[in-house]
């Protein structure tokens, strides 16, 4: 739907208003959803070993549910050598004794149906561990047999194929090919992977691959799942005849996406793969969802994701990478609602995940962290610990009030900052190995959670120290320390996520009110409810209406001397209309 064909938005007291999205009457629960990203291994250690597990995540379920989200999202749980924490799969049909057993699985599934919340898994299609069985028969066989044809492999270039068969990158750094010596001790071919050399690619060309995959998703579905995050959706198929890349080495453009011709994204193909899924989920109801994490731009190219006969959603990185700048919030904002709107699909926001510094952390910057989306380290410019928490809890405040759906990552609602004094002999992102330390990789949003201060380890396990060091902050942060604290963190986002299902503004309208739209604010209407952060360094005249919410406070109160929006703070108000 186009701007001016859309209903006129209804007059304000406030001033002029721009609507760019219509209230959402289509069916689906994912739609309007918030859903809880939980990163099993740092989640909740029930066992004592330092890394946590099913049994943990069951016992900690009632929280996620008094937090008021709708479903919980799991990063890898199944069979794996853990070189890439879990996203190396070695059995797609088990669980990692590391976490517990299928029998742990289906307890968690039955405590969160008692809860009412969904369980959507992680399923990892674009590659494998190496040490999966197909794979290890893919080794054992000759070259152009069945079973190497489940991977890609190719012969190498030069005189005696001791060159990669191309100039493609791994995303952790290294070339993207890794040669294999053959079961004769001679040198041989070889195989490609797009992450890891322990993670080799499928081959999305054999139908052998397709049906496997067919196969995993209808195991997970008859547990009792409602769907599945699909890792790196764009990257599945590649180009025919694999062609060199001369963009950046990684496939990316300039501004982090992949680019429009990288030959190892974005393929035709991929939408067929995800039509059959589509077909199979269908089967059993309507409400299990398929989800893609589908890094591409612009935003009109991944509307093509998430058509009607496709995925249900797809996570927004530009919304993520968008940062505080309101230019470009608005400019994300608009341009996905109108997007997405074309095909009637909903958006999804999120501000934090297992893969990017949190952002309690990147928002204790005037400007860019040193190491965005890469972690930061003890000898980095340092945040401002206190500023950060205070523009995470606005931001959150700003995204959660966002007509869509929402995605948190576990521990942002207790404004948790990332682990920076991580020693380099404790690091295990093997983005930090392959780099020879250049980059620090992922560690330090994946600490594990602090849930009860007067406990070892902040409550995470009374064992063995957890599998990375807690910050010294975590005991002050513990969920039970912040429970009994009205303004808490904890407390803001209880409060959001109650009052933004009261007012249903998951299925709400977009309007921008245009005179508090401005260099360093931004404010829209959401059905009668209006939102409006203040990024500036001055206090800001808020319009009349009652106030409903403050990220600064947590409560309806305001400041002493009236309506006014302090730095960093968000308030959502009740307007006028009329």
């Not at 949003?445 to 406990?455: F, K, S, Y």
Request: net charge negative; with cysteine.
């Amino acid at each position: 739907m186009s701007v001016d064909s859309m209903p006129k938005a209804p007059a304000v007291a406030a001033g002029p208003l721009t609507l760019v999205h219509p209230a959402d009457e289509a069916s689906g629960w994912w739609r309007s959803a918030v859903i809880y990203q939980v990163y099993p291994r740092s989640f909740r250690d029930l066992n004592g070993d330092g890394i946590g597990d099913l049994a943990g995540i069951t016992a900690e379920l009632p929280q996620l549910a008094r937090l008021g989200v709708d479903a919980v999202w799991l990063s890898p749980f199944y069979r794996s050598p853990q070189k890439d924490a879990g996203y190396d799969v070695s059995d797609y049909c088990d669980v990692d004794p590391l976490f517990g057993t299928m029998a742990d699985f289906d307890a968690m599934m039955a405590e969160a149906t008692l809860l009412d919340l969904r369980v959507i898994v992680d399923l990892v299609p674009n590659h494998c561990s190496d040490q999966h069985a197909a794979f290890q028969a893919a080794l054992a066989a000759p070259a152009g047999s069945p079973e190497r044809d489940m991977f890609i492999f190719r012969h190498g270039r030069g005189a005696f194929g001791e060159e990669p068969p191309n100039n493609w990158q791994s995303h952790f750094g290294g070339p993207a090919w890794t040669r294999i010596t053959e079961p004769d001790g001679r040198p041989g071919q070889w195989y490609l992977h797009l992450f890891d050399t322990s993670q080799p690619d499928f081959n999305w060309d054999n139908q052998a691959v397709h049906d496997e995959f067919e196969r995993v998703l209808r195991f997970w579905l008859d547990r009792g799942v409602s769907g599945f995050r699909v890792d790196v959706a764009h990257a599945l198929v590649k180009a025919p005849g694999l062609p060199e890349w001369g963009g950046r080495a990684d496939g990316n453009s300039c501004d982090g996406y992949p680019g429009h011709d990288a030959p190892m994204f974005g393929q035709p193909a991929l939408h067929d793969i995800y039509r059959a899924w589509r077909r199979i989920l269908a089967e059993y109801g309507q409400d299990r969802i398929l989800c893609a994490e589908a890094n591409v731009d612009p935003l009109p190219r991944l509307a093509e994701w998430v058509r009607p006969d496709e995925m249900h959603q797809a996570f927004n990185f530009p919304y993520l990478h968008a940062g505080l700048n309101v230019h470009r919030l608005r400019g994300v904002i608009t341009d996905s609602l109108l997007a997405l709107d074309a095909v009637g699909a909903p958006s999804t926001w999120v501000l934090s995940n297992h893969d990017v510094v949190r952002h309690a952390t990147r928002f204790g910057y005037d400007g860019p962290a040193p190491r965005d989306g890469d972690g930061i380290g003890a000898f980095d410019r340092q945040p401002d610990f206190a500023l950060g928490r205070t523009r995470a809890a606005a931001a959150s405040m700003f995204m959660l009030g966002l007509p869509g759906g929402a995605y948190l990552y576990q521990g942002e609602e207790l404004g948790l900052p990332d682990g920076i004094d991580i020693p380099d002999s404790q690091r295990q992102d093997p983005t930090f190995a392959r780099t020879g330390g250049e980059r620090l990789g992922r560690d330090g949003c994946r600490v594990p959670l602090p849930w009860r201060a007067a406990e070892l380890h902040a409550g995470f396990g009374s064992g063995a120290d957890p599998w990375l060091p807690q910050p010294e902050s975590f005991s002050e942060l513990a969920r039970d320390a912040q429970a009994g604290q009205p303004t808490s963190h904890l407390n803001l986002y209880r409060r959001m996520l109650a009052m933004r299902r009261e007012l249903d503004l998951g299925r709400g309208s977009l309007a921008w009110l245009e005179s508090w739209c401005t260099d360093t604010s931004l404010a829209y209407l959401n059905g009668t409810t209006l939102v409006v952060m203040n990024v500036g360094h001055e206090s800001l005249e808020l319009p009349p209406g009652q106030v409903l919410l403050r990220s600064s406070s947590g409560s309806a109160e305001t400041h002493e001397g009236g309506h006014q929006l302090g730095s960093g703070e968000t308030v959502w108000l009740n307007l006028p209309v009329g």
